[in-house]
T-cell receptor, first 111, second 116 residues
Framework: KQEVTQIPAALSVPEGENLVLNCSFTDSAIYNLQWFRQDPGKGLTSLLLIQSSQREQTSGRLNASLDKSSGRSTLYIAASQPGDSATYLCAVETSGSRLTFGEGTQLTVNP | GAVVSQHPSWVICKSGTSVKIECRSLDFQATTMFWYRQFPKQSLMLMATSNEGSKATYEQGVEKDKFLINHASLTLSTLTVTSAHPEDSSFYIC????????????FGAGTRLSVL
């Protein structure tokens, strides 16, 4: 059974700091890995999707890496802003388009 | 971009009543729709997968008679929580996959259910 773990569970940083969120998964037989953002009481916004054959994806200040063999991914956020405050979820896709989510990292960026 | 609409966004009901949540793909035909449940401070847990015109596939531990899923068309799936109890209070989110981009799930904004 696939299990996804995210570390840390919560993170508080001052504005402008660069930060890294971590995600690990137990079964390397994945199709892709996605990072999502969830604001309180809201749905999910897809940030980055990395196919299993890729090693990283970048979008603006966000960079996600994938090491499939070791079951790890990181989300790097550069020059953090208060607007980045949210919960960040990592999810891996396995057969049948099923997504398995981690429990998320709650990020607070302080002005 | 693809849009998935979920309605209602928030519902409060009395214990013992049934609640229906709708999930619509507004600008694409959804081959598959998924229903997730999220308890406070926890992650999303897949409840069931539904394909248009066929019975939903439920995850282990999810009662199919309690969480009725109907996927009557390529743009609409409904989740009915029957005889709701306070422990069913949760955040329910749907997602949909379209024909053109089969590896992308588009998520609804979620429905917060509070059972009194």
């Amino acid at each position: 059974k696939q299990e996804v773990t995210q570390i840390p569970a919560a993170l508080s940083v001052p504005e402008g700091e660069n930060l890294v969120l971590n995600c690990s998964f137990t079964d390397s037989a994945i199709y892709n890995l996605q990072w999502f953002r969830q604001d309180p009481g809201k749905g999910l916004t897809s940030l980055l999707l990395i196919q299993s054959s890729q090693r990283e994806q970048t979008s603006g200040r966000l960079n996600a890496s994938l090491d499939k063999s070791s079951g790890r991914s990181t989300l790097y956020i550069a020059a953090s802003q208060p607007g980045d405050s949210a919960t960040y979820l990592c999810a891996v896709e396995t057969s049948g388009s099923r997504l398995t989510f981690g429990e998320g990292t709650q990020l607070t960026v302080n002005p | 971009g693809a849009v998935v609409s979920q309605h209602p966004s928030w519902v409060i009901c009395k214990s013992g009543t049934s609640v229906k949540i709708e999930c619509r793909s507004l600008d694409f035909q959804a081959t598959t729709m998924f229903w997730y449940r999220q308890f406070p401070k926890q992650s999303l847990m897949l409840m069931a997968t539904s394909n248009e015109g066929s019975k939903a596939t439920y995850e282990q531990g999810v009662e199919k008679d309690k969480f009725l899923i109907n996927h009557a068309s390529l743009t609409l799936s409904t989740l009915t929580v029957t005889s709701a109890h306070p422990e069913d209070s949760s955040f329910y989110i749907c997602s949909a996959i379209g024909y053109r981009r089969l590896n992308i799930q588009y998520f609804g904004a979620g429905t917060r259910l509070s059972v009194l």
